[in-house]
């Protein structure tokens, strides 16, 4: 069995008695390796959901987004995702580098399937994988320490229409946000930010 649990996961397994149902869970599902079906199912998804916590316990989520594959699994126990430019806050960021605690929770709507992966992530913008990611700031590598499936029961069945036209592109000029193009934020941009080039397509989403 992992260590998956801890008090307060306990507690509440005493008091709705599931412990046995959640000890055997852990020995059936939860594992610390991926394995070829875990790297096809992550391998053609297009999005997750990343959880983080910073130096005081305060947890943040975040969306994390790109073409369909942008987060590879390099090996069995290693997950590997870009970052691209973002709104400057680096919330998702900064935890992982005060603290490397993330937890990543995929979901293909419409197949209704999901997993989880919990790990300690660094980030490199030295990483050799930068070269397969045009405009990637640093590459986020993910040892994985749990992985497994979740249930599927809640999942709501919903088709894509449109990925995000913002996902950079081998030989294609990304287009710049809206919002970085207004007067309240344009003066405090970063200094070779591409929204400070008049020339540079815009939309808003």
């Not at 999005?47 to 975040?62: E, N, Q």
């Not at 992530?121 to 930068?130: F, G, W």
Request: aromatic share 10%.
């Amino acid at each position: 069995m992992s260590d998956i649990y801890r008090e307060g996961h306990r507690k509440l397994q005493e008091a709705f008695d599931t412990r046995r149902l959640a000890d055997r869970l852990d020995e059936a599902i939860v594992r610390d390796s991926l394995d070829e079906e875990d790297a096809a199912f992550i391998g053609q998804l297009d999005m997750f959901f990343l959880a983080t916590v910073d130096d005081r316990g305060h947890p943040t989520c975040s969306y994390k987004a790109g073409a369909p594959g942008f987060v590879r699994v390099v090996d069995p126990r290693t997950l590997a995702f870009p970052n691209y430019d973002g709104n400057g806050m680096y919330l998702s960021m900064g935890n992982i580098a005060a603290t490397r605690q993330v937890g990543m929770l995929f979901i293909d709507f419409e197949n209704q399937t999901r997993m989880r992966v919990q790990g300690e992530a660094t980030i490199d913008a030295d990483d050799p994988l930068m070269a397969d990611y045009p405009e990637a700031q640093f590459i986020v590598r993910v040892k994985a320490r749990e992985v497994f499936p979740n249930c599927p029961r809640y999942i709501h069945k919903m088709k894509r229409v449109e990925r995000s036209g913002f996902v950079p592109k081998t030989d294609c000029e990304t287009p710049v946000p809206a919002w970085k193009r207004g007067e309240w934020v344009s003066d405090v941009l970063p200094e070779h930010d591409p929204a400070r080039d008049p020339h540079r397509k815009t939309r808003d989403r």
